[in-house]
T-cell receptor, first 113, second 115 residues
Framework: DAGVIQSPRHEVTEMGQEVTLRCKPISGHNSLFWYRQTMMRGLELLIYFNNNVPIDDSGMPEDRFSAKMPNASFSTLKIQPSEPRDSAVYFC???????????FGPGTRLTVL | AQTVTQSQPEMSVQEAETVTLSCTYDTSESDYYLFWYKQPPSRQMILVIRQEAYKQQNATENRFSVNFQKAAKSFSLKISDSQLGDAAMYFCAYRMEGGSEKLVFGKGTKLTVNP
């Protein structure tokens, strides 16, 4: 079985540019999560969807961040404009709602210069 | 708000020995899940073990087992017969039963396995 797929694996961009991270959840999973990992703040939830609907976006840092889930097999996290403090590893995870186990993708390492 | 605390930033163990990683959490909920995730240098987050709070029996997965003390809000991970491949960051995490599916993570413990 394919796990959670994220692209790109690495992204280097300059301040002010738009960044789009992509995620394909495990087939059949109906909850999708975006987490960010930094040295200072550790792992924190940005937003999660259930059945393609955003449920909790309280972790989205500011209006520069947006996330969409147009269908059950695809989600994007967009940062516009990007800033150096957005440099982090961004993980996507998916689960069957209510089952508790979240399976993580390999992450995208974002560097904003 | 729920919080998860891992008080050991770093631990080390000799190959083939046993090590225990500590985790405490704070919640007012009675039903919840607890997890241990492993993050090797590849940075992939790997689910190691899950515990449902309503179960009194401690979860085990091969060489990995937990000591779940609900009243003390403690959830430690024991790794038996440690192997070089166990070297990684280990994160303890909490999730409510029902309601939000959000995982709340501790800051992690870096485990070194010495040959």
């Amino acid at each position: 079985d394919a796990g959670v797929i994220q692209s790109p694996r690495h992204e280097v961009t300059e301040m002010g540019q738009e960044v789009t991270l992509r995620c394909k959840p495990i087939s059949g999973h109906n909850s999708l999560f975006w987490y960010r990992q930094t040295m200072m703040r550790g792992l924190e939830l940005l937003i999660y969807f259930n059945n393609n609907v955003p449920i909790d976006d309280s972790g989205m840092p500011e209006d520069r961040f947006s996330a969409k889930m147009p269908n059950a097999s695809f989600s994007t996290l967009k940062i516009q404009p990007s800033e150096p403090r957005d440099s982090a590893v961004y993980f996507c995870a998916s689960s069957l709602a209510g089952r508790g186990k979240q399976f993580f993708g390999p992450g995208t390492r974002l560097t904003v210069l | 708000a729920q919080t998860v605390t891992q008080s050991q930033p770093e631990m080390s163990v000799q190959e083939a020995e046993t090590v225990t990683l500590s985790c405490t959490y704070d919640t007012s909920e009675s039903d919840y899940y607890l997890f241990w995730y492993k993050q090797p240098p590849s940075r992939q987050m790997i689910l190691v073990i899950r515990q449902e709070a309503y179960k009194q029996q401690n979860a085990t997965e091969n060489r990995f087992s937990v000591n779940f003390q609900k009243a003390a809000k403690s959830f430690s991970l024991k790794i038996s017969d440690s192997q070089l491949g166990d070297a990684a960051m280990y994160f303890c995490a909490y999730r409510m039963e029902g309601g939000s599916e959000k995982l709340v993570f501790g800051k992690g413990t870096k485990l070194t396995v010495n040959p």
